[in-house]
């Protein structure tokens, strides 16, 4: 099966600034792409570029086999996209609103109320069709912005951190939806600032400063994570540690993770007890350690190590 997005060697600057340097990716049709990074990372850049809003200085972007530079209208017909703010009208219903994108998008009187009707009951928003858009919760108003962008049933779904500031039961609900989404064919690439979303993606690739660090399959990425890690904590009290603080011996990386202190060493495992000993130095009320495994925040905080470590060291 072909791949359904084909991104080759894509550089955007803004203002001399690399926004993207070089990006390569490839997604296959029906898989949920997730865009992991920071602020500023060049993730927005990235899906603008794909949807045809912004043109690259460099490279190629092949969306459903066109050319994103060059087959834009065709490409605009065949995708679906919600940005970051997505504009919906706060003064009409949920009805209206979807109506609205409904004609916008051409979709034929016909069509439009058995995909409406469909998109209702998908979103779980039916019980509210009449409600405006301005009086709906954080995570409905997100369902209604994903259903306007369904209307016109794109083939590929690009989605600016989706989730943004909705409440956990919300978020779930919409990646629930998501997954429904992928069993029926659509493909997706969402970027998430959540790690735990990041794991419910088929396939990831983690961004820093429009450079790719890493990509591939969760699971593969997680399984090549290079240091033991220890999860140390407390039973009484929960632990942090400042970013400043001078490591251990032997200890690569050290940072709070809810309450307690994620703690990286190169090379073999130790007894949890020496592990103990290493971090209590820094962290005197630190009284158990274990080990556990790396999740994709833990992958995520190691890579950007990575390269702090390499931007750091002086060029030759």
Not at 139 to 152: F, R, W
Request: with cysteine; glycine share 8%.
């Amino acid at each position: 099966m072909p791949d359904e997005i084909i991104i080759s060697d894509l550089y955007k600057n803004y203002s001399g600034e690399h926004a993207l340097a070089g990006v390569s990716l490839s997604v296959p049709k029906g898989c949920l792409y997730g865009l992991v990074g920071a602020d500023g990372a060049g993730k927005s850049t990235l899906l603008r570029i794909c949807t045809t809003l912004v043109s690259a200085n460099k490279g190629t972007a092949r969306i459903c086999g066109l050319d994103a530079a060059k087959d834009f209208q065709a490409i605009r017909s065949r995708i679906g996209y919600m940005p970051q703010k997505f504009s919906l009208y706060q003064d009409l219903s949920v009805r209206e609103n979807m109506q609205f994108f409904a004609d916008l998008f051409g979709v034929k009187p016909k069509e439009r109320e058995e995909r409406m009707t469909r998109l209702l009951e998908f979103s779980r928003l039916a019980p509210f069709v009449n409600r405006r858009a301005r009086n709906l919760s954080g995570g409905m108003k997100q369902k209604l912005a994903l259903s306007c962008t369904l209307i016109h049933t794109p083939e590929v779904l690009f989605l600016d951190e989706p989730t943004t500031g909705v409440d956990p039961v919300s978020r779930k609900e919409f990646w629930a939806i998501l997954s429904e989404l992928r069993a029926q064919g659509i493909t997706i690439v969402v970027s998430t600032p959540y790690m735990d979303e990041a794991h419910l993606c088929d396939e990831l690739l983690f961004l820093h400063k429009g450079k790719v660090l890493l990509q591939g399959k969760p699971d593969d990425l997680l399984a090549g994570y290079p240091d033991a890690l220890y999860k140390v904590w407390s039973d009484e009290k929960l632990l942090t540690v400042s970013q400043s603080v001078a490591l251990p011996k032997g200890v690569a990386l050290m940072y709070p993770e809810g309450g307690a202190i994620h703690a990286a060493l190169a090379g073999e495992d130790r007894p949890a007890d020496e592990v103990l000993s290493l971090v209590k130095a820094v962290v005197p009320g630190a009284t158990r350690a274990q080990r556990t495994k790396p999740k994709i925040e833990d992958l995520f905080i190691y890579l950007l190590s990575e390269q702090n470590d390499a931007e750091s060291s002086p060029k030759q």
